[in-house]
């Protein structure tokens, strides 16, 4: 037989309909309910611990604050967003682009090595979905208590279980949607607001549209956004090669399948150790069979893992019928770690860490514009001197209050008649009418370059400097 894993499009909903090897989908096929057994088991511990330390870092980020400001906060309004104590503005999109390419460098470094363990472990569509999986299985009993309640004609038992159900499921998701809002629209702000109905109306919209979304997604249709929705799950085979580890059946160990007593050798009844209980089957929470080989519906979840290596200590057996191995493994080849895929992957990630890294790292936390006024080009003053406008504009990305010294060069005895000490708060876009004059004898031709600097040694030591031009009559 062969051990090779074959890629087959399988549809589980209506498994009937699908042929072997077809790669065609019915997009309009109407869903079977997957009702998906709970396990216990290493992998299943690991996504416990990762959906906690994820849901409790989404759900605590939006209140925590730096300075009294929000840790994290896109200000939309303002056009500002705030992070861990720096204000990024719209000029610094491109460390946004750069971090995007990072997290799809990342992703891509990740897949080649280990296959969707992003989908398994740490996708928001997994984590939310066993959240609200873990609430089904409290409150409507196991796999086939659930089968039979919902068989069950209507009963009050039956519809205090769905309607206690459905509310914690609408609560769950009400919080995920209020904390997403309020990574926009500060939380504290926005949990009274909303509450005393002093909210706007886009604050009520965007916390409905997250509410229903959340609750729809991870409450009635589950595997279908991965399914039918997710691009990844249709690219990343792409990714894949004899040497990615992925969940696999072992079917050189596993077949010839078929049931037999506890504790039967398999030799003894010339079978495989796959006694087809089909246990990874009923933990699948896509409803595919692992032992028909890698199938996109897989999102690497290794709950068929926990649940064969438990059939495995009941009968006897070593684990790993169902394990993390390599199409390489399987056909008793060596597997490699560095190949050129993940080495190029590697690279690209490192070396995109390294530009954002330092991009933020020397990136000054202030920026000055000078703008001249375009009304007149020049004029004389009281005084014989020859007066230029300008407007000043500084803006102050960090989280501190800066005060700034304001000085020009560039010409003889140039100087600035308007004030030149000025407060800036953090985030703010300050705008600064400022006036500079010269002596006639200074102008040597109708242009002449000169040089405004801001210096603040307040909370942060700054220097900022601007080149502009100061225009006086032809000679
Ligand atoms: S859980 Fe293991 S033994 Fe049971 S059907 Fe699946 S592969 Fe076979
Ligand atoms: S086949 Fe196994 S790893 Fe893949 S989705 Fe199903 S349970 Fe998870």
């Not at 965007?206 to 991965?226: D, P, S």
């Not at 696999?248 to 009844?269: A, L, Q």
């Not at 210096?455 to 009559?473: C, N, Q, Y």
Request: net charge neutral.
């Amino acid at each position: 037989m062969s051990t090779k894993i074959p890629v087959q499009q399988i549809d589980p909903a209506n498994e009937s309909s699908s042929k072997k090897g077809s790669e065609s989908v019915d997009l309009y096929a109407s869903r079977n309910k997957i009702y998906v057994k709970e396990i216990k088991g290493f992998f299943q511990r690991i996504r416990t611990f990762s959906l906690l330390a994820l849901m409790g870092m989404y759900f605590l980020f939006a209140w925590l604050t730096l300075n009294g400001d929000p840790l994290i906060h896109f200000d939309l309004p303002a056009r500002e967003f705030h992070l861990y104590g720096a204000t990024f503005f719209p000029k610094d999109f491109f460390l946004l682009s750069g971090m995007l390419i990072i997290s799809a460098f990342g992703l891509f470094f990740i897949t080649t090595l280990l296959g969707r363990v992003w989908c398994g472990y740490t996708c928001p569509q997994t984590v939310w979905t066993f959240i609200f999986m873990w609430v089904e299985e409290r409150i409507e009993g196991g796999r086939n208590k659930r089968m039979k309640l919902d068989k069950a004609p209507n009963s009050p038992s039956k519809v205090a279980k769905k309607t206690a159900k459905h509310v914690i499921w609408l609560l769950i998701a009400l919080a995920t949607g209020l904390t997403f809002v309020g990574y926009f629209y500060p939380i504290r702000e926005l949990v009274v607001d909303l509450f005393t109905l002093q909210a706007n109306g886009w604050a009520y919209f965007w916390v409905a549209f997250f509410t229903i979304a959340t609750y729809l997604n991870a409450g009635w249709m589950r595997e279908q956004v991965c399914l039918y929705m997710c691009p990844y799950a249709r690219f990343q085979s792409v990714m894949f090669d004899p040497n990615t580890r992925i969940v696999s059946y072992d079917p050189s160990r596993g077949e010839p399948r078929g049931g037999r007593r506890k504790e039967v050798k398999p030799d003894e009844v010339g079978l495989g150790d796959c006694i087809d209980c089909g246990q990874c089957v009923e933990v699948c929470p896509t409803g595919i069979d692992i032992r028909d080989g890698l199938q996109y519906e897989c999102i690497g979840c290794a709950l068929c893992i926990d649940a064969c290596d438990d059939i495995m200590d009941k009968m006897n057996y070593p684990r790993g019928l169902i394990r993390y191995t390599t199409e390489n493994e399987l056909e008793g080849k060596p597997s490699k770690l560095l190949r050129p895929r993940t080495f190029g992957y590697g690279f690209m990630l490192a070396l995109m860490i390294f530009a954002v890294g330092y991009t933020v790292a020397t990136r000054v936390p202030a920026q000055l514009d000078v703008l001249r006024d375009r009304g007149a080009l020049f004029k004389f003053n009281g005084e014989g001197r020859i007066e230029n406008s300008y407007t000043l504009k500084l803006a102050n990305m960090s989280e501190a209050t800066q005060i700034y010294t304001l000085s020009v060069s560039g010409m003889d005895d140039i100087q600035i008649l308007t004030p030149t000490q000025f407060t800036v708060t953090s985030g703010e876009k300050y705008a600064l009418p400022t006036v500079v004059d010269v002596p006639p004898e200074s102008i040597t031709q109708s242009n002449n370059d000169i040089v405004f600097k801001a210096v603040s040694d307040d909370k942060i030591a700054l220097t900022l400097e601007t080149e502009s031009r100061f225009v006086g009559p032809t000679r």
